[in-house]
């Protein structure tokens, strides 16, 4: 199972592009799968339709939510897919079944005010400079793009050369996505940059190490910050600014962007371009979200509607 595994992963990394976080979920994913086959005396080469319908109960029955067995099978499928194609099986034993339905709930967003108050934290919070220039570098550009947070700490210091008015953007499969930056977050980026290029020349000059090549440069194996660190950071510059940190995270920030921009009456082509999605249905859920504003505020405010 394992040989299958890495083979299935090495072709979704060169066929399909797919990204790290992507790779580290199909294979979680799967190794749940094949520990689950192993200990019934199963294999891959064996496993039957009713097996896997099995392993999906037996999912549900650990009360994992249906978005996560959806995900499970999903990746269930590729990789069953994958062996089929390469030869591997003379079938396919997951393409007739079905998934479970996930509920569609709006995507959790903040006021333009709660933003205001972490942009504001970002500035004061950090115990050092630099700390306060990367942290509002950091969040400006990520309430300024909506980028995702992945993208966010891997940005290559080469896009922020020569004050660009727009970031190129690697995003999901290897997709590149120009967003435009506002006037705070230029200068943010300026900022942080001129700070990061005399820190990066310092150590250099003193122990001889190479230039990153990270916008956000760290001592991790990745050469940046990570998506983990940056949750957590986050978190800790809401609880300074005053707000709830559990309703708080990076990807609300990617959800407010967008809101406040639908909510401004920005095209929803546009946002979709800016957000980087494949699926305009995808961008379309943010409308759901100024409906319900908007109901409540009419059983709010409406005159007709109060008691």
């Not at 520990?35 to 339709?49: D, G, K, V």
């Not at 990746?75 to 998934?99: K, M, T, V």
């Amino acid at each position: 199972m394992t040989a299958w595994i890495d083979r299935f992963l090495e072709a979704q990394a060169a066929e399909r592009g797919a990204a790290l976080n992507s790779l580290l979920a199909y294979r979680r994913d799967l190794e749940d799968y094949a520990a689950h086959l192993a200990a019934r005396a199963l294999s891959p080469e064996t496993a039957r339709r009713a097996d896997i319908e099995a392993y999906l109960v037996s999912c549900e029955a650990q009360g994992l939510a249906a978005s996560t067995r959806a995900r499970r099978l999903a990746a269930i499928r590729g990789f069953y897919r994958f062996a089929h194609e390469e030869g591997l099986r003379a079938d396919d034993p997951a393409i007739r079944i079905s998934g479970p339905s996930k509920r569609k709930s709006l995507p959790k967003t903040i006021s333009p005010e709660a933003v205001d108050a972490l942009l504001a934290a970002a500035e004061t919070m950090g115990a050092t400079e630099a700390e306060r220039l990367r942290d509002t570098c950091l969040m400006q550009l990520l309430y300024a793009t909506g980028m995702r947070v992945t993208e966010l700490v891997s940005l290559p210091v080469a896009s922020a050369r020569g004050d660009p008015r727009m970031l190129l953007v690697r995003g999901k499969g290897g997709r590149e996505r120009l967003v435009p930056l506002s006037p705070p977050a230029r200068a943010a980026l300026t900022a942080w940059l001129a700070h990061r290029d005399a820190d990066e020349a310092k150590k250099r000059a003193e122990r001889g190490t190479p230039a990153s090549p990270a916008l956000f440069p760290s001592r991790g194996k990745a050469g940046h910050l990570t998506r983990i660190w940056f949750h957590t950071r986050i978190k800790t510059l809401a609880a300074h600014a005053g707000l709830d940190p559990g309703a708080i995270s990076p990807h609300v920030l990617r959800h407010a962007f967008a809101t406040h921009l639908l909510s401004g009456g920005a095209d929803l082509r546009a946002i979709q371009a800016m957000l980087g999605h494949a699926d305009i249905s995808t961008t379309e859920i943010y409308t759901h979200v100024l409906e319900s504003r908007l109901q409540e505020l009419v059983l709010t405010h409406h005159p007709l509607a109060k008691p």
